[in-house]
């Protein structure tokens, strides 16, 4: 299967500080990539989406940076919130496959 | 839209037991998807379907069934509950094409004893 990884299993971040996920992808055919929010006792939700043909895109105090050189998926998150506090997944579809998902971040952040 | 509805939330089974995880979608999505989360890891995917009358195998479909009548609807079927089957199960539907995202539902906590 698919490897899709995140280089650190959890992050504490002050209230107001910005966050940032970072995120491995293993295959170059890879064309669209999500990152959800998943919050405990809860689905994972949409936050925030990138094809491959961008480097960046730009959300409600959400980025996401694609870098396909080095097959990497990077979530910024500005002024970070307690509300932010969950678990965050990368995923990365191949054309014409379903999603893969990494293991996730636990992001905490501390008031 | 109420999106993508699981249930039940919550069930204990005994080993050797028998049961069906219901999941239901309004968005009129084709594809739709089964997946378990075990305690601080990753999704990993039981069974797909990518329209009616048509279901696959994922990465991890041992002990488990599914069926498509319908658009709709996208039942789980543990035969013989083992305590392996102790997990979060989450459906998710989405819409034809490789650019849209899931929609997930809310889970059912399965516990096998």
């Known amino acids: 299967g698919e490897s899709v990884g995140l280089h650190l299993p959890t992050l504490s971040v002050q209230e107001g500080d910005n966050s940032i996920i970072n995120c491995a992808y293993s295959n170059s055919a890879s064309d669209y990539f999500i990152w959800y929010k998943q919050e405990s006792g809860k689905g994972p939700q949409f936050i925030i989406d990138?094809?491959?043909?961008?480097d960046k895109r730009q959300g409600q105090r959400v980025t996401v940076l694609l870098n396909k050189t080095v097959k990497h998926l990077s979530l910024q998150i500005a002024a970070t919130q307690p509300g932010d506090s969950a678990v965050y997944f990368c995923?990365?579809?191949?054309?014409?496959?379903?999603?893969?998902f990494g293991t996730g971040t636990s992001l905490t952040v501390i008031p | 839209n109420a999106g993508v509805t699981q249930t039940p939330k919550f069930r204990i089974l005994k080993i050797g037991q028998s049961m069906t995880l219901q999941c239901t979608q309004d968005m009129n999505h084709n594809y739709m998807y089964w997946y378990r989360q075990d305690p601080g890891m990753g999704l990993k995917l039981i069974y797909y379907?990518?329209?009616?009358?048509?279901?696959d195998k994922g990465e991890v479909p041992n002990g488990y069934n599914v069926s498509r009548s319908t658009t709709e609807d996208f039942p789980l079927r543990l035969e013989l509950a083992a305590p392996s089957q102790t997990s979060v199960y989450f459906c998710?539907?989405?819409?034809?094409?490789?650019?849209?995202?899931?929609?997930f539902g809310s889970g059912t906590r399965l516990t096998v004893v």
């Open positions: 990138i094809r491959s043909n961008m």
């Open positions: 995923a990365e579809n191949i054309p014409g496959n379903q999603f893969y």
């Open positions: 379907s990518v329209g009616a009358g048509i279901t």
């Open positions: 998710a539907s989405r819409s034809t094409g490789d650019n849209y995202g899931y929609t």
